[in-house]
């Protein structure tokens, strides 16, 4: 075993141990330059043993840490999530007050954040909570926030007057809400659950700008309680999938519609 195989070892071992670690800690335990450090993290990320971050990086041991049915979520769709993450955080400017409400797609979101700086962010998601705190461990510049309530398992999305009321008292420069389903023929936003709509609500109302979020299978989806009308949002970013007479109407409407 040649020597960088066993600094990744060791690298893999500490992170297990710690689930984060930043690049400068790295160089100065091996005795090695940063730049050395981020091909090792570069290969252990194609690995799939981590992600990369700003100054360092987090395990992906998360994967094993929530329910089943959110798990399926996260692999459902994958490539277009990741895919629709990498172009909703250029909507995000430094300084900003991001709500980053809830779902697999906005948790994609998260480990897009690197070059973003001195964000305030807040959220209805025990997830992406999580990973922004271990986001925040090797950063100074990032402050999380995230609502009280009651935790749906399922979703593991925290619902509820608690929840509801927080976001009330949010002045967000932007906001990126995920979607259930989406009825383009009523031209709403549709979820299973009263308690998460009402969230949704209060997270669109105290948001300047309000992103949605959807991968081209939620627009097939079917759920039975509307949350809000698609014309409040002022973007909608999905992926190349969508049907052509659904993103027609969607243009219809008003709104700007990004595919990638």
Known sequence: MDVPEKRRLEIKKIITENESISVSNLSKLFNVSEITVRRDLQKLEKDGFLDKVH????????????????????KLNKDKKEIIAKEAVTEIND????????GTTCLELVYNLANKRNLAIFTASVPIAYELWKVSLNRN??????????????????????????FQNIN???AFIGAVAISIDK???????QMDADVIRSIANNSKRKILLADSSKFKNRAHISILPLTI????????????DVADKIINLGIELKIV
Do not use: M, W
Request: glycine share 10%.
């Open 55 to 74: 100054g360092g990086a987090i395990a992906r041991s998360f994967k094993t840490e929530y329910d089943p049915v959110y798990l399926e979520d996260i």
């Open 172 to 174: 967000a420069d932007i």
């Open 233 to 244: 949002f002022n973007k909608i970013i999905t992926d190349t999938g969508i049907d052509k």
């Open 141 to 166: 510049d990032l402050e999380v926030n995230i609502c009280g309530g009651l935790i749906e398992a399922k979703s593991n999305t925290l619902i509820g007057s608690q929840a509801t009321q927080f």
């Open 95 to 102: 300084g900003d007050a991001v709500i980053i409400e809830s």
């Open 187 to 193: 031209g709403i936003l549709t979820t299973h659950s």
